[in-house]
């Protein structure tokens, strides 16, 4: 089993930066890709980063160049520097981890993006 647990959302001005974390624990020797998505009221959760058990990163159309995705030594902290934030990036963040060929979500933090 692996717990995840994101922090770092908030309410941030058009322009504006954010930093989301996600802290797994459990059977964190398992982990192999990280990823984030994202959910807007009313929307299916959308795919956003990954970051790969070798370290490659990929990232969705609608955020690349203004969102770096990454994680600490240890592998078990994945990291989502958002910068240049738009209103349409107004969403619930969710971690998704897979360990041991299941997957596991996070409970989540909202980021909103507005004047």
């Known amino acids: 089993q692996v717990q995840l647990v994101e922090s770092g959302g908030g309410l941030v001005q058009p322009g504006g930066s954010l930093r989301l974390s996600c802290a797994a624990s459990?059977?964190?020797?398992?982990?192999?890709?990280m990823s984030w998505y994202r959910q807007a009221p009313g929307k299916q959760r959308d795919w956003v980063a990954t970051?790969?058990?070798?370290?490659?990163?990929i990232y969705a159309d609608a955020v690349k160049g203004r969102f770096t995705i990454s994680r600490d030594n240890t592998k078990t902290t994945v990291y989502l520097q958002m910068n240049s934030l738009k209103p349409e990036d107004t969403a619930g963040y969710y971690c998704?981890?897979?360990?041991?060929?299941?997957?596991?979500w996070g409970q989540g933090t909202q980021v909103t993006v507005s004047s």
């Open positions: 459990g059977s964190i020797f398992s982990i192999n890709d």
């Open positions: 970051i790969t058990s070798g370290d490659l990163t």
């Open positions: 998704r981890v897979v360990a041991s060929g299941r997957v596991y």
